[in-house]
């Protein structure tokens, strides 16, 4: 038997969800406004943010910058997530609670700490800044979501069915490649989809990071001082928004497949989103 | 898939194997030798490492010490995928990405047998399974027992020297469990492979078994046939485990060729069956069958041993009659099926009565 939550705590979820979407819903309304200044009331309908985006060069570079490092960094991190969260699932070693607990913790080191430790560590290195730097850093912000992810996917997986591959003449690698990797896959793409779309946000890291080959994030950052071209900022976020939304949404939905095929038995929501 | 029936060829042979996990001892020193052609069982409850020891046969654990020999050669520290047994996993383990023919042909694709053949060999193993037709069935749209018989098809298929077959019918509702013990038995006759299961219910291993193994604590306590091991149990703790035992403490009185005489308490002097191990004096425990018991309902009616006794309980299930019977301050459990009491009405409880029993119903146990 449910009961109805008082009527006051549903008037608090409304007002919640209002808070979170209200300045997200706002970039489409400005993104589509025939006006160089972002106040209400609208103006009218234009695509002309839209066609200057199209126009401005700096910008496709660093578009270029931003997919670069976030493809990069969506491979190294899963891959990385990928020998963690194995040898996680299947092996006992010493301290492994620990050494597992340490790999999870940049999942809340304030990103302002990293970006710092990464900067002096790498000036002392005497590397240059540039997108592979970033790609550093990125790597290391998004492999204990990676790892988080498929974690949930190795540890669902039935030991018996290696055994029983084994068992049926196969070796280790083609255990691997036949019966592993096929139930794992849904994981994994959530793990490349999740770690990209967190690298294309990521800005402070990238901020102090970058050097010269500037990333999507820094450049809307350094835009701002420009309130001309605001709107077209606005237009860049929607577009932005709807990609990240759709790649969470992809993610998510690869991740419950995961969890369906290596045949969970917990009806488990046990990954980040919920 | 025929194969050739029973022979006296040995087709595994483990020497004095150990195996320890951390600090505990799953097996202590086991040796059994199990031949060709065999309905082989490992019984016992959960922890007295039966699992282990199939585990070993199948490879997925190595001793610490002794060997494993499978056909003649020395398997010990061969991998899985290079032994000639093949095992039905307890969770089934079907591979959940793959249809059952799929399944099925696991294991020939890797030995790249022509896509015909495979084909051929899959219909084969799953008509055997009764399975026809259910090649193009995803995974999980499969029941729990048909599940098994993929996992036993898939097995079967690699026309294995054994079959190992690890508590497969544990997952399954009893009745299905009761039809798959037969059916497990008819399979096996017909494609004559030795097959070792591993199993906590003694009612399997009786029923399926040419031979079983009972183990407790890491070692074996008894191999025989399930009518030894039923009629013949050498320690108390195997009588308790197959099937129900009285258990009533004795000390010798005289030790003969032909009869021991026991001071049995609370009964006075009970005369078995002669023993060569034991001696005049010592104590031990005598375990006593409830069906052994017959109640002497006529004064003429005899047996070898007679004592009277009053009945304490007494639960009528038609075709058996469970009694309750106090011998002196002994209780005693007694099962007297309905032939032996054709026209007899069941006795309440606070009835007095005779009871017998003849010497060989009864077993003289150590410990």
């Not at chain 1, 270029?64 to 969506?74: F, H």
């Not at chain 1, 793990?191 to 901020?207: K, R």
């Not at chain 2, 005899?302 to 011998?327: K, Q, R």
Request: with cysteine; aromatic share 10%.
């Amino acid at each position: 038997m449910s009961s109805k939550p008082p009527k006051s705590l549903f008037t608090y979820a409304v007002f919640y969800l209002i808070f979170l979407y209200a300045p997200v819903m706002l970039l489409p309304l400005f993104a589509f406004n025939d006006s160089a200044i972002i106040a209400l009331p609208l103006s009218g309908f234009t695509l002309h943010w839209f066609g200057l985006l199209w126009e401005t060069k700096a910008l496709h570079e660093a578009l270029y910058n931003s997919l670069l490092i976030a493809v990069i960094t969506a491979v190294g991190s899963t891959t990385l997530g990928i020998f963690a969260a194995r040898a996680a699932a299947r092996y006992e070693f010493p301290g492994k609670r620990g050494i597992v607990g340490f790999i999870m913790v940049p999942l809340v080191l304030p990103e302002i700490i990293v970006g710092v430790a990464l900067i002096v560590v790498l000036i002392q290195l005497g590397l240059s800044l540039s997108a592979w730097t970033v790609i550093i850093g990125h790597v290391l912000i998004c492999t204990p979501f990676s790892i988080a992810i498929l974690q949930s996917a190795f540890n669902n997986m039935d030991r018996s069915l290696e055994e029983a591959s084994m068992d049926l003449g196969e070796n280790k690698l083609g255990t691997f490649f036949r019966v592993i990797l096929p139930l794992v896959t849904p994981g994994i793409i959530s793990s490349l989809l999740i770690s990209f779309t967190i690298s294309l946000d990521e800005f402070i890291i990238a901020f102090f990071l970058t050097g010269t080959d500037v990333t999507l994030p820094v450049y809307i950052w350094g835009q701002l001082r420009f309130p001309a071209r605001l709107p077209a900022i606005m237009a860049l976020g929607f577009l932005m928004v709807s990609l990240s939304f759709f790649l969470l949404l992809t993610a998510e939905y690869f991740r419950r497949r995961a969890n369906r095929l290596t045949g969970g038995h917990s009806q488990s929501n046990d990954g980040i989103f919920q | 898939m025929k194969r050739p029936q029973k022979t006296n060829k040995q087709i595994i042979n483990i020497k004095g194997v150990e195996k320890q996990f951390g600090d505990v001892t799953a097996l202590n020193g086991v040796s059994l030798t199990i031949k060709e052609g065999e309905f082989f069982s490992l019984l016992g409850p959960s922890g007295c490492g039966k699992t282990t020891l199939l585990r070993m046969i199948s490879g997925f654990d190595s001793p610490n010490l002794g060997s494993v020999y499978i056909d003649g050669s020395d398997m010990t520290n061969v991998p899985p995928n290079q032994r000639p047994t093949n095992m039905v996993f307890q969770s089934y383990a079907i591979f959940p990405h793959l249809n059952v023919a799929e399944n099925v042909g696991y294991g020939l694709k890797k030995q790249k047998l022509p896509k015909d053949e495979i084909k051929l060999r899959v219909e084969e193993a799953l008509a055997l399974v009764d399975l026809e037709g259910y090649g193009a069935r995803e995974a999980h749209a499969l029941s729990g027992g048909q599940r098994q018989r993929v996992a036993l098809a898939r097995a079967l298929i690699m026309k294995p020297k054994v079959l190992l077959l690890d508590e497969p019918l544990s997952a399954l509702d009893k009745k299905l469990r009761e039809t798959m013990q037969g059916e497990l038995r008819k399979l096996q006759r017909t494609v004559g492979i030795t097959f070792v299961l591993v199993t906590h219910d003694q009612e399997e291993a009786l029923t399926m078994s040419d031979r079983i193994a009972v183990m407790f604590d890491g070692k074996i306590a008894q191999l025989d046939t399930p009518e030894g091991l039923y009629k013949r149990p050498k320690t108390k703790r195997v009588a308790s485990f197959i099937g129900v035992m009285n258990f009533i403490p004795a000390k010798v009185i005289a030790s003969t060729k032909t009869k021991l005489s026991l001071d049995v308490e609370a009964l006075g002097k009970v005369d078995v069956g002669a023993s060569d191990t034991i001696k005049s004096g010592e104590k031990i425990t005598v375990g006593i069958r409830p069906e052994m018991l017959t109640i002497l309902y006529e004064e003429t009616d005899d047996a070898d041993n007679v004592f009277s006794g009053i009945i304490v309980s007494a639960s009528y299930y038609g075709d058996m009659t469970y009694y309750e019977v106090e011998l002196g301050n002994t209780a005693i459990r007694a099962t007297v099926s309905m032939r032996n009491t054709a026209g007899r009405p069941v006795l309440r409880a606070g009835t007095e009565t005779r009871i017998g029993w003849g010497y060989e119903s009864i077993t003289v146990l150590d410990g």
